[in-house]
């Protein structure tokens, strides 16, 4: 199976480059919920797939939301990109990677930018 150019392969280097953007602010508004609520919850009888959904995941809500909207305004322009169809070689690019690999930086440098 082919996993280079195609759309699977996107999804992956996405999540992988903006994980920590969403791990941030969520970890965040984690951290400032008050460790009494857990307790109060745990003395109550709660474990803690009855304590999640009822109180961590409500009072984490903003940081989700932060995080969420961080990584889909980032990530939609890094989807744009990865999907547009790349430009063609102009003679320019031609002759500087030609250029590059003679490892003659100087004529590089001296190319005709404007014309």
Known sequence: MRLLYTDTAVVIGLVN???????????AAIERIPPNLEEAAQNLGAN??????????PLSLPGL??????????????????IAPPPA???????GVTTVV?????????????G
């Open 89 to 95: 070689p102009s003679a320019l690019t031609r002759r």
């Open 102 to 114: 003679a490892h003659d930086l100087p004529g590089l440098l001296a190319l005709d930018i404007a």
């Open 17 to 27: 480059a903006f994980l920590p953007l969403m791990a941030l602010p969520l970890t």
């Open 48 to 57: 803690w797939y009855q304590m999640f959904p009822c109180t961590i995941l």
């Open 65 to 82: 939301i932060s995080g969420s909207l961080l990584v889909y305004s980032i990530s939609i322009s890094g989807t744009t990109v990865a």
